[in-house]
């Protein structure tokens, strides 16, 4: 079972070359930027976008839904070329990847009950309970200015609602468009709001430069390549209509 | 949309269950193996399936398939860069994750096995060898039939214990029924519906291998009367 790309290596000194299409992966469990529909097909913001880049750039990608866990150790590696999955882009992931040029600058708020009447600063939850999900920039941005909240982490993006309608969270923060699509257009976020301040990454690092493809640092040629398709897509309005289409409200 | 995300979940038993059958077999050899090294009269090979079975048996199910799957490619990949060859070493998930289910529960049946052997009556074996039989057909015809009736209600226990282990792969991006199940539950916004559903199939598959086992041990038990009168 175990496949050894060596002697398919080798193989390769001697035949020319075979374009094989590019892997690329994302964690399926984010709509609207990327989740499964009822056939078990990707769907969402960020499916449709590479789809474009893809096809601007004359790329052969086979998109794959992976966990979410082994998509930066995959990259690395050399398993996958390429990850979209609403990676933030910091000064921390760089060192390790690259980056293609940034195609979102996501806004985050915080969600809560209707006339809970909180006020959204480090004192106005203190010692109230936060949920986030575990690893996100809102999970740095809230470990860091909240100190006096308990902060709660779910390994989901959807574990942090159940506990807001459990009543176990008071207030949760993450990305407004998964808020709204997720949670607040379903009937159990009915009696919910978003509360607070639209944040980005200017007001804090922690919320990352904006959102970006990642890509093996070796492989540069492929960064210039889904860079191309990415400019291509600005200018023929198709990335204007994809916002249009997910983030209208 | 339920009945088609839930023909999404269920659909992947089929991959749960290949999965599961091929970590069953790879754990039976290995164990079966495993557990003659454990009666062996050579004590160097008594002590190394002594330590392997502790080890596997000391360390978490959900580590041994990360390690597997993460550290030990990456490690591999090192060493080959370090000597100087152009290429790389690469486990897909289903090898891995079946790879490595066989290898924790190799460790568990090597103990189903052990004890099972111990029990059938030394002086059956003494007696075949006195008559010079050889000692493969002694396997076949007089261990074997023994041994699967002996061991079959600790099998049967790490069979279960297995089939839900599988779902320890969707971790490593495998696309099973709890791979599946997740999607949907994130998708919808409806965990507890699709996580009911997958709790529903491996109920499913306990409950009729359990029904399986049961007429085969009665069978088992039959044959190994019938022969003995």
Redesign the interface.
């Known amino acids: 079972?175990?496949?050894?790309?060596?002697?398919?290596?080798?193989a390769l000194i001697a035949a020319p070359a075979v374009a094989a299409p590019l892997n690329i992966a994302t964690d399926?469990?984010?709509?609207p930027f990327e989740?499964?529909?009822?056939?078990?097909k990707l769907v969402g913001y960020d499916i449709e976008l590479m789809e474009a880049i893809c096809k601007a750039a004359a790329l052969d990608c086979n998109i794959a839904?992976?966990?979410w866990?082994?998509m930066i150790?995959?990259l690395l590696?050399?398993?996958y070329d390429a990850l979209i999955s609403q990676l933030t882009v910091t000064e921390k992931r760089r060192n390790v990847m690259a980056f293609s040029d940034i195609y979102e600058h996501p806004v985050f708020r915080f969600v809560a009950k209707k006339d809970a009447g909180l006020e959204i600063s480090p004192e106005g939850l203190a010692g109230k309970t936060i949920a986030v999900q575990t690893g996100t920039p809102m999970d740095a941005y809230v470990t860091k200015y909240y100190p006096n909240s308990t902060i709660k982490r779910y390994d989901?993006?959807?574990?942090p609602?159940?506990e807001l309608t459990g009543g176990r969270a008071d207030v949760h923060i993450s990305y407004q468009a998964q808020i709204i699509q997720?949670?607040l257009k379903?009937d159990?976020g009915k009696d919910f709001e978003l509360v607070g301040p639209e944040l980005t990454g200017k007001d804090a690092p922690e919320f990352g430069e904006g959102v970006a493809i990642a890509i093996n640092k070796k492989n540069t040629e492929l960064v210039e390549k889904i860079n191309g398709g990415l400019a291509k897509l600005r200018e023929d309005g198709t990335l204007e209509a994809l916002n249009q289409k997910y983030f209208a409200q | 949309?339920f009945f088609?995300?839930a023909l999404?979940i269920l659909?992947a038993g089929g991959l749960t269950l290949v999965l599961a059958v091929g970590a069953l077999v790879l754990a039976s050899i290995m164990g079966l193996a495993l557990a003659f090294a454990k009666l062996s009269r050579r004590p160097w090979l008594r002590r190394l399936a002594q330590a392997y079975t502790f080890i596997i048996r000391g360390i978490p199910d959900l580590v041994l398939i990360l390690l597997a799957?993460?550290s030990l490619?990456?490690l591999l990949?090192q060493l080959?860069a370090a000597v100087g060859?152009?290429?790389?070493?690469?486990?897909?998930p289903?090898?891995?994750g079946?790879?490595t289910l066989g290898v924790i529960f190799s460790a568990y049946m090597t103990e189903t096995f052990k004890s099972g052997l111990m029990n059938i009556p030394r002086g059956q074996l003494e007696a075949a060898h006195a008559f010079g039989i050889h000692p493969v057909r002694i396997f076949w015809r007089i261990t074997l039939p023994q041994l699967a009736q002996l061991a079959l209600p600790g099998f049967t226990n790490n069979w279960l214990v297995l089939v839900k282990a599988t779902a320890l792969v969707?971790?490593?991006?495998l696309?099973d029924v709890m791979?599946?199940a997740?999607?949907?539950?994130?998708?919808t916004?409806q965990?507890f519906t699709y996580y009911l559903l997958a709790g529903g199939f491996y109920l499913a598959v306990t409950l009729v291998s359990t029904g399986g086992l049961m007429v085969l041990a009665r069978r088992l038990e039959k044959t190994i009367h019938a022969g003995r009168t």
Do not use: C, H
Request: hydrophobic fraction near 45%; charge should be negative.
């Open positions: 079972m175990l496949r050894l790309n060596l002697a398919f290596a080798l399926a469990t984010f709509p989740s499964i529909d009822e056939n078990g839904n992976a966990a866990d082994g150790p995959g590696d050399g398993k989901t993006g959807s574990a609602y159940l997720a949670f379903s159990s | 949309m088609n995300y999404t659909a799957f993460y490619p990456a990949n080959i060859i152009n290429g790389r070493v690469e486990f897909p289903f090898g891995a079946m790879v969707s971790l490593i991006g696309q791979f599946r997740k999607g949907a539950a994130e998708a916004g965990p």
